[in-house]
């Protein structure tokens, strides 16, 4: 009886149930029901299990599913063709004992007499004769290893329109992360501000920052897949320059970091802004955006730069813009911005300047 009065047995079997009940919550069923093996108390549950001709005949992904571990990357059996990867530990004499695992039909890929342990790659018909070796403790599965990498995707700092666009959902429902497309980008400037004496501003970081922190592709890349820098076609050195091309480039990195960037100011006069949208698509952009309106670009016929923008996406490009109406009034209060309409409409006469 227990301090609650509970006979002992009783209470055995409430806990086998309770540990039961929670391991079928935790486990496959597959793996509940191979939870007692055969074998000689040298081989894991789950070599023992694999040792059995029934399993050993199944494809190496069957016999993944069949043990409930992974059929490949972190967690799964490592293997080098037929043979997988086992972890043997002797209760001593681990280096005195290595011909005799060579004569069980182990491949011997590593020892160390200082943990008395072998790592040796063996078919699963060999197993039972590595575990029946002189000495051998125990006989476990090499599990592939997690790999732990810098995170490249996203740098520093991560847009909040990747999550706004769902962009992560996006890039693993259609396997894609902007690889094979080029993206370029229209605004004042790229690495050109005039950063003030103090160091205060007007930006917070340079380029060669950005590609440090990985917020940027860049040659200075440690990102492997990331090492092509910017394309930079011709940018803008001004003390009005505020990097807001860079800024944007940050963005699409972002939300397509497998994209080729490019950059070319729009910030020389409405005739280069024209002639750069060209030279990007010239330059291999497929997609092309800018943050960039000028006062003159006229509302009823196409200007310089909606002609060249008719010209890059009747070659197949695409090309995106801001579009509002800015509703702008001068300094007596008049309304000075246009209105919808579906076409012009002649007043009849022109208005008084």
């Known amino acids: 009886m227990n301090a609650e009065g509970i006979p002992r047995k009783r209470l055995a079997v409430r806990s086998s149930l309770a540990a039961l009940t929670l391991a079928c919550l935790l486990c496959p069923a597959a793996a509940i029901a191979r939870a007692t093996p055969d074998g000689d108390g040298t081989l894991s549950a789950g070599l023992a299990y694999l040792a059995k001709p029934s399993v050993q005949s199944q494809s190496p992904k069957a016999q993944a599913r069949i043990l409930g571990v992974a059929a490949s990357g972190p967690g799964s059996l490592q293997r080098q063709g037929s043979r997988l990867l086992v972890n043997v530990r002797f209760e001593q004499g681990a280096i005195a004992r290595l ?4 004569s069980a039909g182990a491949r011997v890929l590593d020892s160390s007499g200082r943990y008395q342990a072998v790592t040796a790659a063996v078919t699963p018909g060999m197993l039972r004769r590595v575990a029946a070796t002189p000495g051998v403790a125990s006989v476990t599965p090499s599990r592939a290893p997690m790999l732990y990498a810098a995170k490249c995707e996203g740098g520093s700092v991560i847009s909040e329109g990747v999550a706004q666009l769902h962009a992560e959902t996006a890039r693993q429902a259609f396997a894609v992360d902007g690889s094979g497309v080029t993206v370029g980008v229209l605004s004042d400037s790229y690495d050109g501000a005039v950063e003030a ?15 440090a ?4 592709p860049g040659t200075a890349s440690e990102c492997p897949a990331q090492t092509t820098p910017v394309d930079v076609l011709e940018d803008l050195a001004s003390a009005e320059a505020t990097d807001e091309g860079r800024a944007m ?4 990195h972002d939300v397509a970091p497998g994209a080729s960037l490019a950059f070319a100011t729009a910030f020389l006069g409405e005739e280069s802004f ?3 949208i060209e030279a990007l698509a010239a330059a291999g952009a497929q997609v092309i955006v800018d943050d960039v309106g000028y006062f003159e670009e006229p509302f009823f016929q196409d200007g310089p730069v909606a002609a060249a923008v008719n010209k890059v996406t009747g070659a197949g490009a695409t090309y995106l ?9 001068d300094a007596e209060g008049n309304e000075i911005s246009s209105w919808e309409a579906p076409e012009y409409r002649d007043s009849g006469g022109c208005p008084a300047a």
């Open 249 to 252: 480039l940050q963005i699409v």
């Open 99 to 102: 011909a005799d695992l060579r």
């Open 274 to 276: 024209a002639q750069n």
């Open 321 to 329: 813009s801001s579009a509002g109406n800015d509703n702008l009034f």
């Open 197 to 211: 004496a103090d160091g205060s501003g007007p930006i917070a970081t340079k380029a060669a920052q950005d590609i």
């Open 213 to 216: 922190t990985a917020d940027l």
